[in-house]
Nanobody
Framework: QVQLVESGGGLVQAGGSLRLSCVVS????????MAWFRQAPGKDREFVAA????????DYADSEKGRFIISRDNAKNTVYLQMNSLKPEDTAVYYC??????????????????WGQGTQVTVSS
């Protein structure tokens, strides 16, 4: 059974940092793209960042470039999202997702097959 389990969300002041984790299990994801999406109340789910598990190459939404860093730890089967210089508009539920494939960009949520349950990030002003 494939599972993606996120953690690390919480309440932080503007300008602060959080690191989200996504532990994956149930199969090998070596030929998968892993991604983070977020969804704020009343808005569509939007792409944040993606990483190819095979070689670690990455892709980011323009608004996150330079602030967020996606990475993975093969030994721990974990994908991370380091979020710095957080803004109130970053407030959302953040989801980890996985899709078979080995190319970037890969930023359409409709393409992703596996999803985690989400973790809430709230940034206060």
């Amino acid at each position: 059974q494939v599972q993606l389990v996120e953690s690390g969300g919480g309440l932080v002041q503007a300008g602060g940092s959080l690191r989200l984790s996504c532990v994956v299990s149930g199969r090998s994801f070596s030929r998968y793209v892993m991604a983070w999406f977020r969804q704020a109340p009343g808005k569509d789910r939007e792409f944040v960042a993606a990483i190819k598990w095979s070689d670690g190459s990455t892709d980011y939404a323009d608004s996150e470039k330079g602030r967020f860093i996606i990475s993975r730890d093969n030994a721990k089967n974990t994908v991370y999202l380091q979020m710095n210089s957080l803004k109130p508009e970053d407030t959302a539920v953040y989801y980890c997702a996985a899709d078979w494939g080995n190319s970037l960009p890969h930023n359409d949520p409709g393409d992703y097959y596996y999803w985690g349950q989400g973790t809430q990030v709230t940034v206060s002003s």
